[in-house]
């Protein structure tokens, strides 16, 4: 029978051998593995950028010449200052020879003539709409901005919109009658339903009741017919002035504004001194054309002298 004392030698050996085996995974694991990557820092919160505020739309007087004012929040009228701002509802007015100028941002400028009334009626980025109550008012968009500039009539049935660069001019009698003139661009204006297209150089009159004229030609000169009084000296100092315009012009008599009907039709009282005086009357289109008449009116209320026959009297038979 074979000895198996070597076998049971060897034994251990082959013992070893697999412990030494089963552990060479977890020595690795333990000493060779590279260590674990150190962990991410925390997601940083996502930045939020603050809203840049925007700056409120106003119309802002630039320019202020004589007697402007603007409407309070009771109704009641103040000095018109430059640099103040109109927003949306608020209103301004030109006394007689007086004139002021608005801006809205980079975009759009109102020239405001004498004896003129308007209201903001909208304002954004991209309108403009204001409200033009009484007298002639310019409106003008700068070129290279989209901007879309409405001016409605009040008391008539009449809107004018300039889209473009361009600039154009509307009167309004206050009574129905109003008239558009466009310098540069096209200007859509809208009455009873009708549109009309008023081209740089042409002018269009609505009057009450009535859709927009045809657009014509701007004349060179402006009709004005004054009905002046044929005596040189008057006893009187009261002067009914009245004469005619094209229709939609702005009268001033003696600097005074004028009403004129549909026609063109004004008078206007004017008040005179002793002695020579001198009345113009001025007419305004919305072509920019102005035309004037003048006369010279002299006033003389001395009582003419009271004249005695003495000698008459003296002769006179006598009765006995």
């Not at 129905?176 to 661009?185: L, Y």
């Not at 008023?198 to 004005?224: D, F, H, K, M």
């Amino acid at each position: 029978m074979a000895d198996s004392r070597p076998s049971r030698r060897q034994a251990p050996f082959f013992i070893g051998l697999v412990l030494i085996l089963a552990a060479l995974p977890v020595g690795w694991f333990v000493f060779l593995r590279p260590p674990p990557p150190p962990p991410l820092p925390p997601a940083a919160p996502p930045v939020v950028e603050a809203p840049v505020a925007q700056k409120p739309l106003v119309l802002e007087l630039t320019q202020v010449s004589g007697k402007v004012e603007v409407q309070n929040t009771d109704g009641s009228w103040r000095e018109a200052t430059v640099g103040m701002a109109l927003r949306r509802d608020e209103r301004v007015r030109t006394d007689d020879g007086s004139y002021a100028m608005l801006i809205g941002g980079e975009a759009v400028e109102v020239h405001m003539d004498p004896g003129t009334e308007i209201s903001v009626d909208e304002l954004t980025e991209s309108l403009s709409r204001i409200l033009l109550s009484r007298g002639m008012a310019t409106a003008v968009v700068r070129p290279g901005q989209r901007h879309t500039f409405e001016v409605k009539a009040a008391n008539a049935d009449a809107k004018a919109t300039l889209q473009q660069a361009g600039a154009f001019t509307m009167s309004n009698n206050g009574d129905g009658t109003v008239a558009v003139g466009t310098r540069e661009g096209e200007v859509t204006l809208l009455g009873q339903g009708k549109v009309v297209i008023v081209r740089a150089g042409q002018q269009a009159v609505v009057r009450p009741g009535q859709a927009p004229s045809e657009p014509s030609p701007i004349p060179t000169s402006l009709l004005l017919k004054v009905d002046w009084p044929t005596e040189r000296t008057r006893r009187e100092r009261e002067l009914v002035v009245r004469g005619q315009t094209s229709p939609g012009s702005r009268v001033e008599v003696d600097g005074v504004s004028a009403k004129s009907d549909a026609e063109g039709n004004f008078q206007r009282k004017v008040v005179l001194r002793e002695g020579r005086n001198t009345v113009d009357v001025q007419a305004y289109g919305v072509g920019r054309t102005q035309q004037k008449d003048t006369k010279d009116v002299v006033v003389d209320t001395t009582p003419p002298p009271l004249k005695t026959d003495t000698e008459n009297i003296w002769n006179q038979p006598r009765d006995d």
